[in-house]
Protein backbone atom coordinates (compact mmCIF):
# COMPACT_ATOMS: atom_id res chain seq x y z
CA UNK A 1 0.00 0.00 0.00
CA UNK A 2 1.69 3.18 -1.13
CA UNK A 3 2.24 6.14 1.74
CA UNK A 4 0.18 8.65 2.51
CA UNK A 5 1.33 12.04 2.29
CA UNK A 6 1.27 12.29 6.20
CA UNK A 7 3.22 9.28 6.43
CA UNK A 8 6.02 10.45 4.13
CA UNK A 9 5.68 13.75 5.94
CA UNK A 10 6.55 11.78 9.52
CA UNK A 11 9.48 10.11 7.38
CA UNK A 12 11.32 12.86 6.04
CA UNK A 13 10.89 14.28 9.63
CA UNK A 14 12.44 10.96 11.26
CA UNK A 15 15.16 11.90 8.62
CA UNK A 16 16.32 15.19 10.13
CA UNK A 17 15.77 13.73 13.87
CA UNK A 18 18.16 10.63 13.68
CA UNK A 19 22.01 10.55 14.49
CA UNK A 20 24.34 11.49 11.51
CA UNK A 21 23.83 13.37 7.76
CA UNK A 22 21.84 11.96 5.29
CA UNK A 23 21.60 12.75 1.29
CA UNK A 24 18.83 14.03 -0.77
CA UNK A 25 19.48 14.33 -4.22
CA UNK A 26 17.84 16.03 -6.77
CA UNK A 27 16.45 14.13 -9.94
CA UNK A 28 15.23 16.50 -12.71
CA UNK A 29 12.38 14.71 -14.12
CA UNK A 30 10.42 11.53 -13.17
CA UNK A 31 12.53 9.07 -14.75
CA UNK A 32 15.76 10.43 -12.97
CA UNK A 33 13.80 10.09 -9.55
CA UNK A 34 12.67 6.68 -10.10
CA UNK A 35 16.36 6.15 -10.77
CA UNK A 36 17.07 7.81 -7.48
CA UNK A 37 14.47 6.10 -5.18
CA UNK A 38 15.06 2.51 -7.05
CA UNK A 39 18.88 2.91 -5.65
CA UNK A 40 18.03 3.41 -2.21
CA UNK A 41 17.48 7.11 -1.38
CA UNK A 42 15.83 7.54 1.73
CA UNK A 43 13.83 11.31 0.35
CA UNK A 44 14.14 13.69 -2.92
CA UNK A 45 14.27 16.96 -3.63
CA UNK A 46 13.55 19.14 -7.04
CA UNK A 47 15.45 20.90 -8.76
CA UNK A 48 14.63 24.37 -10.10
CA UNK A 49 17.93 24.88 -12.13
CA UNK A 50 17.86 21.22 -13.47
CA UNK A 51 14.03 21.25 -14.25
CA UNK A 52 14.38 24.71 -16.25
CA UNK A 53 16.89 23.10 -18.47
CA UNK A 54 15.60 20.11 -19.01
CA UNK A 55 12.63 22.48 -20.51
CA UNK A 56 14.94 24.61 -22.82
CA UNK A 57 15.05 27.43 -19.95
CA UNK A 58 17.29 29.29 -17.84
CA UNK A 59 17.29 28.65 -14.37
CA UNK A 60 14.70 31.00 -12.97
CA UNK A 61 12.63 31.08 -15.97
CA UNK A 62 9.62 28.55 -14.73
CA UNK A 63 6.33 29.97 -13.66
CA UNK A 64 4.76 28.69 -10.57
CA UNK A 65 2.46 26.69 -12.19
CA UNK A 66 5.11 24.87 -14.30
CA UNK A 67 7.02 24.52 -11.10
CA UNK A 68 3.91 23.04 -8.95
CA UNK A 69 3.18 20.77 -12.21
CA UNK A 70 6.68 19.68 -11.95
CA UNK A 71 6.41 19.19 -7.81
CA UNK A 72 3.15 16.96 -8.58
CA UNK A 73 5.28 15.17 -11.53
CA UNK A 74 8.26 14.06 -8.71
CA UNK A 75 6.03 13.59 -5.88
CA UNK A 76 3.63 11.04 -7.66
CA UNK A 77 6.98 9.46 -9.14
CA UNK A 78 7.90 7.53 -6.52
CA UNK A 79 6.94 6.51 -2.99
CA UNK A 80 9.62 8.33 -1.24
CA UNK A 81 9.39 12.01 0.98
CA UNK A 82 9.81 14.78 -2.00
CA UNK A 83 10.67 18.31 -0.60
CA UNK A 84 10.94 21.17 -2.90
CA UNK A 85 13.09 24.19 -4.63
CA UNK A 86 10.23 27.19 -4.30
CA UNK A 87 13.02 29.38 -5.27
CA UNK A 88 11.74 32.99 -3.68
CA UNK A 89 7.83 31.44 -3.61
CA UNK A 90 7.20 32.94 -6.62
CA UNK A 91 6.74 36.77 -5.06
CA UNK A 92 8.24 39.48 -3.16
CA UNK A 93 4.98 39.86 -0.84
CA UNK A 94 5.01 37.73 2.28
CA UNK A 95 0.68 37.13 1.08
CA UNK A 96 2.38 35.39 -2.23
CA UNK A 97 4.93 33.00 -0.31
CA UNK A 98 2.37 31.63 1.95
CA UNK A 99 0.21 31.00 -0.66
CA UNK A 100 2.93 29.02 -2.65
CA UNK A 101 3.53 26.68 0.17
CA UNK A 102 -0.30 26.26 0.66
CA UNK A 103 -0.37 25.54 -3.33
CA UNK A 104 3.48 23.14 -2.90
CA UNK A 105 1.57 21.14 -0.27
CA UNK A 106 -1.18 20.19 -2.62
CA UNK A 107 1.20 18.64 -4.98
CA UNK A 108 2.17 15.87 -2.79
CA UNK A 109 4.95 17.47 -1.28
CA UNK A 110 6.10 17.33 1.99
CA UNK A 111 8.53 19.90 2.34
CA UNK A 112 9.63 23.18 0.41
CA UNK A 113 11.95 26.06 0.75
CA UNK A 114 11.54 29.64 0.79
CA UNK A 115 15.24 31.83 -0.14
CA UNK A 116 15.73 35.07 0.76
CA UNK A 117 16.56 36.26 -3.37
CA UNK A 118 14.36 38.30 -4.93
CA UNK A 119 15.79 37.24 -8.55
CA UNK A 120 17.00 40.84 -8.51
CA UNK A 121 18.57 41.24 -4.83
CA UNK A 122 18.99 39.64 -1.67
CA UNK A 123 16.05 41.13 0.24
CA UNK A 124 16.48 43.56 3.53
CA UNK A 125 16.99 41.74 6.51
CA UNK A 126 13.17 42.62 8.15
CA UNK A 127 11.62 41.60 4.83
CA UNK A 128 13.52 38.22 4.32
CA UNK A 129 12.43 37.61 8.02
CA UNK A 130 8.59 38.20 7.86
CA UNK A 131 8.42 36.28 4.34
CA UNK A 132 9.91 33.27 6.19
CA UNK A 133 7.53 33.63 9.11
CA UNK A 134 4.87 33.73 6.02
CA UNK A 135 6.29 30.69 5.11
CA UNK A 136 6.08 29.15 8.48
CA UNK A 137 2.60 29.96 9.40
CA UNK A 138 0.96 28.43 5.77
CA UNK A 139 3.02 25.78 6.43
CA UNK A 140 1.67 25.22 10.19
CA UNK A 141 -1.77 25.60 9.05
CA UNK A 142 -1.48 22.24 6.89
CA UNK A 143 -2.92 18.63 8.49
CA UNK A 144 0.68 17.34 8.28
CA UNK A 145 3.61 18.36 9.31
CA UNK A 146 5.55 20.36 6.41
CA UNK A 147 9.37 20.77 6.38
CA UNK A 148 10.21 24.12 5.73
CA UNK A 149 13.83 25.40 5.07
CA UNK A 150 14.88 28.34 4.87
CA UNK A 151 17.35 29.78 3.10
CA UNK A 152 20.32 32.72 3.08
CA UNK A 153 21.85 33.34 -0.33
CA UNK A 154 24.65 35.35 0.42
CA UNK A 155 27.41 33.00 -0.76
CA UNK A 156 25.61 31.77 -3.90
CA UNK A 157 24.71 35.48 -5.25
CA UNK A 158 28.46 37.22 -4.38
CA UNK A 159 27.67 38.86 -0.98
CA UNK A 160 30.86 36.92 1.29
CA UNK A 161 29.32 37.82 4.53
CA UNK A 162 29.53 35.14 6.89
CA UNK A 163 28.15 37.30 9.88
CA UNK A 164 24.91 38.28 8.11
CA UNK A 165 24.22 34.50 6.76
CA UNK A 166 24.53 33.59 10.06
CA UNK A 167 22.19 36.57 11.30
CA UNK A 168 19.91 35.82 8.87
CA UNK A 169 19.81 31.98 9.72
CA UNK A 170 19.59 32.40 13.35
CA UNK A 171 16.48 34.76 12.18
CA UNK A 172 14.47 32.39 10.08
CA UNK A 173 15.58 29.58 13.12
CA UNK A 174 13.35 31.98 15.76
CA UNK A 175 10.63 32.85 12.71
CA UNK A 176 9.66 28.64 12.73
CA UNK A 177 11.63 27.43 10.15
CA UNK A 178 12.46 23.49 10.32
CA UNK A 179 15.76 23.32 8.31
CA UNK A 180 18.32 26.25 7.43
CA UNK A 181 20.55 26.15 4.23
CA UNK A 182 23.22 28.66 2.83
CA UNK A 183 24.18 27.52 -0.71
CA UNK A 184 27.93 27.65 -1.04
CA UNK A 185 29.99 28.16 2.14
CA UNK A 186 33.21 28.28 0.95
CA UNK A 187 34.83 25.87 3.24
CA UNK A 188 34.79 23.36 6.40
CA UNK A 189 35.57 26.37 8.85
CA UNK A 190 32.47 28.79 7.55
CA UNK A 191 30.12 25.57 7.76
CA UNK A 192 31.02 24.85 11.33
CA UNK A 193 30.48 28.05 12.04
CA UNK A 194 26.82 27.81 10.68
CA UNK A 195 26.17 24.70 11.80
CA UNK A 196 27.42 25.70 15.78
CA UNK A 197 25.15 28.61 15.80
CA UNK A 198 21.93 26.93 15.15
CA UNK A 199 19.77 24.44 16.85
CA UNK A 200 17.81 23.21 14.16
CA UNK A 201 18.97 20.56 11.35
CA UNK A 202 21.14 22.32 8.67
CA UNK A 203 21.15 22.14 5.00
CA UNK A 204 24.63 21.88 2.81
CA UNK A 205 24.96 21.99 -1.06
CA UNK A 206 27.25 18.99 -2.31
CA UNK A 207 29.89 19.11 -4.30
CA UNK A 208 31.20 23.05 -3.62
CA UNK A 209 33.40 22.47 -2.61
CA UNK A 210 33.56 18.59 -2.87
CA UNK A 211 33.53 17.81 0.71
CA UNK A 212 32.57 13.97 1.71
CA UNK A 213 29.30 13.29 3.81
CA UNK A 214 31.62 12.06 6.46
CA UNK A 215 33.16 15.28 6.83
CA UNK A 216 29.96 17.12 6.81
CA UNK A 217 28.58 15.35 9.44
CA UNK A 218 31.37 15.44 11.58
CA UNK A 219 30.91 19.43 10.56
CA UNK A 220 27.20 19.31 12.49
CA UNK A 221 25.72 19.25 8.65
CA UNK A 222 22.02 16.91 9.10
CA UNK A 223 21.25 16.96 4.99
CA UNK A 224 23.15 17.24 2.21
CA UNK A 225 21.34 17.97 -1.17
CA UNK A 226 22.59 18.23 -4.67
CA UNK A 227 21.03 20.93 -6.26
CA UNK A 228 21.47 21.04 -9.93
CA UNK A 229 25.08 18.73 -9.72
CA UNK A 230 22.95 15.50 -10.93
CA UNK A 231 21.70 17.13 -14.01
CA UNK A 232 24.45 19.03 -14.62
CA UNK A 233 26.48 15.58 -14.73
CA UNK A 234 24.28 14.20 -16.68
CA UNK A 235 24.81 17.23 -19.23
CA UNK A 236 28.02 17.07 -18.85
CA UNK A 237 28.05 13.39 -20.02
CA UNK A 238 25.67 14.34 -23.09
CA UNK A 239 28.01 16.80 -24.12
CA UNK A 240 31.50 14.87 -24.11
CA UNK A 241 29.30 12.02 -26.03
CA UNK A 242 28.44 14.32 -28.65
CA UNK A 243 31.21 16.44 -29.13
CA UNK A 244 33.22 13.06 -29.42
CA UNK A 245 31.30 12.05 -32.37
CA UNK A 246 30.93 15.44 -33.73
CA UNK A 247 34.71 15.37 -33.82
CA UNK A 248 36.28 12.22 -33.69
CA UNK A 249 33.53 10.32 -35.49
CA UNK A 250 33.70 8.24 -32.18
CA UNK A 251 31.82 6.24 -29.40
CA UNK A 252 33.74 5.01 -27.03
CA UNK A 253 31.49 7.16 -24.73
CA UNK A 254 29.24 3.97 -25.16
CA UNK A 255 31.03 1.91 -22.63
CA UNK A 256 30.21 3.76 -19.68
CA UNK A 257 26.51 4.13 -20.57
CA UNK A 258 23.75 2.39 -18.63
CA UNK A 259 22.21 -0.61 -20.35
CA UNK A 260 18.62 -0.74 -21.24
CA UNK A 261 18.42 -3.60 -18.83
CA UNK A 262 19.18 -1.95 -15.88
CA UNK A 263 17.71 1.27 -16.32
CA UNK A 264 14.04 -0.39 -16.84
CA UNK A 265 14.75 -2.44 -13.77
CA UNK A 266 15.27 1.09 -11.79
CA UNK A 267 11.83 2.29 -13.35
CA UNK A 268 10.30 -0.51 -11.31
CA UNK A 269 6.57 -0.78 -11.96
Same mark, same amino acid.
Given at each position: MAATQAQ $???? *???? =???????????PWDVGSARILA??? &?????????? &??VAMGKRDGAMSRDDVLAHCRSIAGATDLPVSADLENCFGDDPKAVAETIRLAAETGLVGGSVEDWSGRAIYD? %? =???????? /?? $??????? *???????????FLRGRRD????????? /???? /??? %??LYAPFLPDLAAIKAVCAALKKPVNVLAGRPPFTVAELAASGVKRVSLGSLLASA /???????????? $????? *?????????????NELMGS
Open positions: $KAEQ *FRAL =HARPGAFVIPNGLG &FEALATTSGG &FAF %D =HAVERVAA /AV $KAARALP *FPFTLTARAENLDDTIRRLQ /AFEK /AGA %DV /ATGALLRAAREI $KAQGS *FTFAESAASTKEV
